[in-house]
């Protein structure tokens, strides 16, 4: 099989599972949850991009989400813009942020650089809190619904199918990046930036455009998000959020796409599970992360990847030292 | 007018205290394996609210706190044991979620066990404020400061002088070298999660009279320590106390001059100019990358 037909025969497996959800007739509560994973997953496989392809870790990505999602609901409620125009111009406008802050913050590493995309989305969630004229404070504010040239986006089947088509869009996207020569770079930049540089990759470049294109990423599905929640508080903006994603990543397995899916759908669905545990809910969720993690040190996808190349191997050794990146040749 | 300063500055080095205590934790284990734990709050927590509910139980005073620093660095020390140890090799990234999720693990037993409701400690030595002129200070404030200088001292001592903790700076410089050298860099591990453990206890039940506490009280209060840490330089005994004092002080300031509602706000800006500026935090070595 050659690599390039592997992919496609992937993504057509999921674009399937995609269009079998409606047919099995779901309530609207399973409908609602599809659409979230599936936006959520789009942030993920950004994030993943960055963290787990360019080895850049930000725990401020919810301050992306976030300020989309607060672009569409106050352009849209305080100065009447058309959904499309607002959601672009959010957009644009983090997109503009991250490539700002790109350059002074992508030169930190590590827990460094975690700390400063941490302050950074910090600061964004104290000013939404506050500016209580613009966004409702922590009361949050409503979003009215997604319209465009008088149609519109509502309905639980219409907004699944947008998810479900960002989705797989971005994923392919996603794939194409990764087997490329700039999504090689970005991994030969988390491999070593020195050795990177060394063998002529712009490393402030490659890292900045990354950076720049997780953080539009996140706008958009955060505007996305809060036209389908039709409510917006601070809480889009928080740390919690932001540990979140990267859990997401880190779960599903980093430097893979469809890990960052399996990341996104099993963070949101454990909680609904779990819910009926009551009192037990936090303590179970911890036990299941750290036990996953423990056991799968690489991710669910990684190291269910390596199980299955070397079935006798699994006894031995729990995981890869090193997990093969998606889209690097095989 | 310099009253006002005074009362402000007090009330700074008070919190900020809080901090540096929660960053020392950092600094510990950092120091040991690189790791930064995510669980050091809800060891914070798990001290602050075992020492309540006993004294609620009607345990001496004294008695509960040296209860609650044992329940914590044992806790610490299990961490350590069933979380960290078995991944152990795994990417840093891995063990940091891993410290999240044990975060988690602890909370969620402190929720079952306690219940989400506020627990309050009394005061160690009653609850008169001291009057400088007319700048009045909490004798609760004394004994952060007090305690919080002891600890520095003991820890100081605990590194140039004795074998512990020289195996410790020894594993953080180089820990195959260490290990050859005969040390076990695992029990040194395990002792610096302990250590880390008791030190979170220690501020804890120290701040719980000031602050009340509750099972949401841990994951603030770390990311504080966190915050300090990196102020002062990530793994650096002095930077966490300096990073920790300095948060305070600027947080009770901007909350008295300028807008409480900003005050998390300014210390977090500084945070990051200092990043920026400063990459390696205050007091941080320079460290060259090797390819």
Not at chain 1, 81 to 96: D, K, N
Not at chain 1, 192 to 216: M, N, W
Not at chain 2, 166 to 195: C, E, H, W
């Amino acid at each position: 099989m050659t690599p390039l037909f592997r992919t496609h025969a992937v993504l057509a497996v999921l674009a399937l599972l995609m269009l079998a959800l409606p047919l099995l007739d779901p309530s609207s509560y399973i409908f609602d949850l599809a659409t979230r994973v599936g936006f959520t997953a789009v942030v993920v496989i950004g994030l993943n991009l960055l963290f787990g392809y360019a080895g850049q870790v930000s725990l401020g990505h919810a301050a992306f989400f976030g300020l989309g999602g607060y672009a569409s609901a106050i352009l849209t409620t305080h100065f009447g813009w058309p959904s499309m125009a607002a959601l672009a111009i959010g957009a644009v406008a983090v997109g503009a942020l991250a490539f700002v802050i790109a350059r002074p913050i992508l030169r930190l590493a590590g827990y460094h650089l975690a700390m400063a995309t941490l302050s950074l989305a910090f600061i964004v969630t104290i000013v939404c809190t506050n500016e209580q004229r613009w966004t409702g404070g922590s009361d949050g504010m409503p979003v009215p619904p997604f319209t465009l040239f008088g149609w519109t986006l509502e309905g639980d089947l219409s907004w699944y199918a947008v998810a479900s088509a960002c989705l797989l869009l971005v994923t392919w996207g996603a794939l194409n990046l990764a087997r490329s020569p700039a999504g090689r770079a970005l991994q030969a930049i988390r491999g070593s930036e020195v050795a990177a540089r060394l063998s002529g990759i712009d490393v402030a470049r490659a890292k900045t455009r990354v950076f720049v294109l997780s953080a539009v990423l996140a706008s958009v599905m955060g505007s996305l998000m809060a036209h389908h929640a039709g409510f917006i508080t601070p809480a889009a903006t928080g740390l919690p959020r932001s540990v979140e994603f990267l859990m997401m990543v880190v779960l599903g397995g980093m430097a893979s796409i469809y890990g960052s899916i399996v990341g996104a759908a099993l963070v949101m669905l454990l909680p609904q599970v779990l819910h009926a545990f009551g009192a037990w809910e936090t303590l179970v969720m911890g036990l299941i992360l750290t036990g996953t993690l423990i056991f799968m040190r690489n991710g669910i996808v990684p190291t269910l990847r390596f199980w299955l190349q070397m079935p006798n191997k699994r006894v031995v050794s729990s995981a890869p030292e090193s997990a093969q990146p998606e889209g690097s040749s095989k | 007018m310099a009253t006002d300063l005074l009362q402000f500055l007090f009330s700074g080095l008070t919190v900020g205290a809080m901090y540096a205590l929660a960053a020392l934790g950092y600094a510990l284990i950092y120091n040991a394996s690189h790791i930064v734990n995510f669980a050091q709050g809800e060891f914070i927590m798990v001290g602050a609210i075992t020492a309540a509910v006993l004294v609620e139980q009607g345990i001496a005073l004294p008695v509960a706190i040296v209860g609650a620093v044992l329940l914590t660095l044992l806790v610490g020390a299990l961490t350590e044991r069933l979380a960290i140890r078995p991944a152990q090799g795994a990417p840093l990234v891995t063990l940091l979620i891993i410290t999240m999720g044990v975060g988690l693990i602890i909370k969620g037993a402190v929720q079952l066990a306690f219940g989400k409701g506020t627990y309050s400690l009394p005061a160690f030595s009653g609850d008169t404020p001291i009057l400088l002129g007319k700048t009045a200070l909490a004798p609760q404030s004394l004994w952060v400061a007090g305690c919080t200088a002891v600890v520095v001292l003991v820890l100081a001592w605990y590194f140039t002088r004795t074998l512990g903790g020289k195996s410790m700076l020894a594993t953080s410089y180089n820990p195959l070298a260490a290990q050859l050298m005969g040390i076990d860099t695992r029990r040194v591990l395990m002792m610096s999660f302990a250590l880390a453990g008791a030190l979170g206890a220690i501020g804890g039940v120290l701040t719980a009279p000031i602050t009340f506490t509750s099972s949401e009280a841990g994951t603030v209060l770390g990311l504080k320590g966190f915050a300090a840490a990196a102020l002062g330089g990530i793994g650096s005994g002095a930077g966490a106390l300096a990073g920790g004092l300095l948060l305070g002080v600027i947080e009770a300031l901007t909350a008295g001059y300028v807008s409480s509602s900003y005050k998390d706000a300014v210390a977090f800006v500084l945070l990051l100019l200092v990043l920026i500026f400063m990459p390696r935090g205050l007091f941080g070595s320079k460290v060259t990358e090797r390819v």
